[in-house]
């Protein structure tokens, strides 16, 4: 038996590079649309940052806090918002005589936090608790007396359970007369907010000098030059692939949480390749935003391309005269009785 098909039902080399894994649809998407590298991976990479005023501050504010030993930093924002890609692209340009102890799994317990911590602090000889807090306290205070900083920063503080969190509060009183010996960066999504409001953690929350939140990006004009500045990171010839009306939806239905729109942006370019469009139109947003359940609330249950109906009138239009005139009747009090109007039963 041969399957009978024309030739419109054969995909085109795009079509089947695209979607093939042994054609690498992905790499020949870029090398499509003249870029040298993928510009909206996931992954949190520092040379994509883009510094929305948002971003400058919480720089701002790590900056003052290590630097003047304040203590305790901490930074929320939405998932997606680029936390974990602010603290690589401060961690590779802080100065060699920084020490830094990076933990991005907050599901430890306290005797593996503190193996975390005594790896990557470098603290050695030690087997009890009280060894590992003696054998830190001498190697935070030599490097303080010679001018270095030490900064432990804990990404998705947020999941940090309540004992492990309260051995950051008691790390925090290594200090001298005048500085912390050893900064603190919690960084997480809002729900950190509400695990330092916590009433048993009071004392944890009162150490905190320093706060900041990073948020989305405002508006489209900010989204537009975020997808413009990936662009161009990623070797871009040109920075018209998206049109004005694609932009401003990618908005809508990302909410301008960056993660968000390197997910549309990544899968529009995969579609537009395979259906070789050379510009990303607002049609194939609409098309990728259905797939991954993005759409704005206003058009979920749309099907792209569908204009949705106009909400149907509860009332006749003898209803919404007689309404009308109950609401606006004269000031004298004089108003003219108008006969109910009788609604057929179904």
């Keep these: ?71 305790m930093v901490v930074v929320t924002g939405e998932v997606g918002t680029g ?102 960066v919690l960084t997480g999504q809002p729900e950190l907010r509400d695990v330092l409001n916590n009433p048993d953690l009071r004392q944890l929350k009162q150490r905190v000098a320093l706060r900041c939140i990073i948020k989305p990006l405002p508006n489209v004009e900010e989204t537009d030059r975020y997808i413009t500045s990936r662009l161009l990171v990623a070797g871009a010839e040109r920075t018209d692939i998206f049109v004005p009306g694609a932009v401003d939806y990618i908005f809508r239905c990302s909410e301008g949480i960056p993660r968000n729109i390197n997910n549309l942006c990544d899968n529009a370019l995969l579609a537009g390749y395979a259906a070789s469009e050379l510009t990303i139109g607002r049609a194939v947003i609409e098309e990728v935003a259905e797939t991954f359940d993005m759409l704005p609330a206003a058009r979920r249950g749309v099907q792209p391309g569908e204009e949705r109906e106009s909400p149907a009138r509860i009332f006749s239009d003898a209803g919404r005269a007689e309404l009308w005139a109950a609401g606006t009747g004269s000031s004298d009090g004089e108003t003219e009785a108008v006969a109910p109007v009788p609604v057929e039963q179904r």
């Design 83 to 184: 936390k974990t890609t602010i603290l690589r692209w401060m961690m590779q340009r802080l100065d060699r005589s920084v020490l830094v102890a990076y933990i991005f799994n907050p599901r430890l317990s306290v005797p593996e936090f503190y193996q975390h911590v005594a790896t990557l602090l470098d603290v050695q000889k030690w087997e009890t608790k009280s060894e590992l807090l003696m054998e830190l306290g001498r190697a935070l205070e030599s490097r303080h007396s010679r001018g270095l900083r030490t900064v432990l920063i804990v990404d998705e503080a947020q999941g940090l359970s309540p004992h492990v969190l309260e051995e950051i509060r008691l790390l925090s009183n290594f200090e001298s007369d005048t500085a912390k010996q050893l900064q603190i």
């Design 1 to 71: 038996m041969f399957l009978n098909c024309s030739r419109q039902d054969v995909p085109d080399r795009h079509q089947r590079d695209a979607f093939n894994p042994r054609y690498g649809g992905q790499r020949v998407y870029a090398e499509f649309y003249g870029l040298k590298e993928l510009p909206f991976a996931l992954t949190p990479d520092p040379r994509f940052i883009y510094f929305t005023p948002s971003h400058t501050e919480v720089m701002a504010n790590l900056h003052y806090g290590i630097e003047s030993g304040k203590g």
